[in-house]
């Protein structure tokens, strides 16, 4: 079964822009803290932003102030506005329920690609 399906990823040049989006389920989205999570090649998959029912917004630090994560609480939907990309921006986004440091409530999607590159 399909819990997240993200979108909106694609190829840009750096100092460019993209939005992702993750549409989920009622459940999911009204139970969790949504995150978006991004897995570089040769790397881990890592945190890149949370946000609670509530509204309330935490960041990586590589990405503040660059990225906007937002929730559409109508449709079950995440964003994540992504300005001023940069190169070591490239990798697979995903979204997922987060629960803490290392622990997310699902299984993973198919996630989007970004690459950032001239």
């Known amino acids: 079964q399909v819990q997240f399906v993200e979108s909106g990823g694609g190829l840009v040049q750096p100092g460019g822009s993209l939005t992702l989006s993750c549409a989920t389920s009622?459940?999911?989205?009204?139970?969790?803290?949504m995150g978006w999570y991004r897995q570089a090649p040769g790397k881990q998959r890592e945190l890149v932003a949370t946000i609670t029912r509530g509204g309330n917004t935490y960041y990586a630090h590589s990405v503040k102030c660059r990225f906007t994560i937002s929730r559409d609480n109508a449709n079950y939907t995440v964003y994540l506005q992504m300005n001023s990309l940069k190169p070591e921006d490239t990798g697979v986004y995903y979204c997922?329920?987060?629960?803490?440091?290392?622990?997310?409530?699902?299984?993973w999607g198919q996630g989007t690609q970004v690459t950032v590159s001239s």
């Open positions: 009622g459940c999911i989205f009204s139970n969790y803290v």
């Open positions: 997922n329920g987060y629960v803490r440091t290392g622990m997310v409530s699902h299984n």
